[in-house]
């Protein structure tokens, strides 16, 4: 009998106590808090470090594809129909030579929220070799704005710029900032004028400047953000085409070189 009371006390004696536990259950509660914690810390700091890494390569994809559309924009007319232009005379009453026809007016619509033009930068296996790109700015809820890319088949000058609904719509950009465009036009000598509108012109824009204005400060986010439009004359002009560019004189894109001055006599 002694033996088996000195066994039942061992027995039940054996584990932890009450205050153990909750000791032992404070330390774990603490430690799970303070790993808690930990993650949570670290997991927002990498969400701000890929936000932030997705916001440039985001950028740097825009600039690429504007600049690939800007650069292979085409020098073609927005309808299939010449205007006459009227006759000047000359110095002996008759019609001046090439100035019988106006030249046709160029497909591209630019505004400072909008633009519409065609392009030969063809995105992905089934994109046709020429599309009628539209470039629009959407304002969105909360200040945000966004820049949306979409496009339509270019049927040609006898079907016009608005003949296909754009549609396949990316977003460019997008965020708390203003939008807008500019363009520019080169003279004989290289001075560039920017105007915040291009429609209804017989030739393209030089360069197409991007702006993007914090609406607090007034300060342009984006320095340098201009592409060039390479074409300055449609492809008949390199078959030397008789009549390619009608109303203008010289070869495209030639400066003219001031006269010589007169030698006294």
Same mark, same amino acid.
């Given at each position: 009998?002694?033996?088996?009371?000195?066994?039942?006390?061992?027995?039940?004696? +054996?584990?932890?106590?009450? %205050? $153990?536990?909750? !000791?032992?259950? #404070?330390?774990?509660?603490?430690?799970? %808090?303070? &790993? !808690?914690?930990?993650?949570?810390?670290?997991?927002?700091?990498?969400?701000?470090?890929?936000?932030?890494?997705?916001?440039?390569?985001?950028?740097?994809?825009?600039?690429?594809?504007?600049? @690939?559309?800007? *650069?292979?924009?085409?020098?073609?007319?927005?309808?299939?129909?010449?205007?006459?232009?009227?006759?000047?005379?000359?110095?002996?009453?008759? +019609? @001046?030579?090439?100035?019988?026809?106006? +030249?046709?007016?160029?497909?591209?619509?630019?505004?400072?929220?909008?633009?519409?033009?065609?392009? *030969?930068?063809?995105? *992905?296996?089934? #994109?046709?070799?020429?599309?009628?790109?539209?470039?629009?700015? $959407?304002p969105l809820r909360d200040g945000v704005t966004r820049l949306v @890319?979409?496009?339509?088949v270019w049927l040609g000058p006898r079907s016009g710029l608005f003949a296909e609904a754009a549609s396949n719509?990316? %977003?460019?950009?997008?965020?708390?900032?203003?939008?807008?465009?500019?363009?520019?036009? #080169?003279? &004989?000598? *290289?001075?560039?004028?920017?105007?915040?509108?291009?429609?209804?012109?017989?030739?393209?824009?030089?360069?197409?400047?991007?702006?993007?204005?914090?609406? +607090?400060?007034?300060?342009?986010?984006?320095?340098?953000?201009?592409?060039?439009?390479?074409?300055? !004359?449609?492809?008949?002009?390199?078959?030397?085409?008789?009549?390619?560019?009608?109303?203008?004189?010289?070869?495209?894109?030639?400066?003219?070189?001031?006269?010589?001055?007169?030698?006294?006599?």
């Amino acid at each position: 009998m002694a033996k088996g009371g000195a066994a039942d006390e061992r027995e039940a004696r +054996a584990g932890f106590t009450l %205050v $153990e536990t909750l !000791a032992a259950l #404070a330390v774990a509660a603490a430690i799970i %808090v303070g &790993a !808690a914690e930990l993650v949570h810390h670290v997991a927002l700091y990498f969400d701000r470090g890929a936000l932030g890494v997705t916001e440039a390569e985001r950028f740097a994809l825009a600039m690429d594809r504007l600049s @690939r559309d800007f *650069g292979a924009a085409r020098f073609v007319a927005a309808s299939a129909e010449r205007d006459e232009r009227p006759s000047e005379p000359g110095p002996s009453g008759a +019609a @001046r030579k090439g100035d019988e026809k106006k +030249a046709r007016v160029i497909a591209f619509e630019g505004a400072s929220e909008r633009i519409v033009f065609v392009s *030969g930068s063809a995105v *992905g296996a089934r #994109a046709a070799p020429e599309e009628a790109l539209t470039l629009e700015v $959407e304002p969105l809820r909360d200040g945000v704005t966004r820049l949306v @890319r979409r496009r339509a088949v270019w049927l040609g000058p006898r079907s016009g710029l608005f003949a296909e609904a754009a549609s396949n719509a990316v %977003v460019l950009l997008e965020g708390r900032y203003e939008i807008s465009f500019a363009f520019a036009r #080169a003279d &004989a000598f *290289g001075a560039l004028t920017w105007v915040d509108s291009w429609t209804g012109r017989t030739e393209l824009p030089r360069l197409v400047r991007l702006r993007l204005v914090d609406p +607090a400060s007034g300060a342009n986010l984006v320095v340098g953000a201009e592409f060039i439009v390479w074409a300055d !004359a449609p492809a008949a002009c390199a078959r030397d085409a008789p009549d390619c560019l009608p109303g203008k004189t010289g070869a495209p894109g030639e400066k003219k070189a001031p006269p010589p001055p007169e030698e006294p006599t």
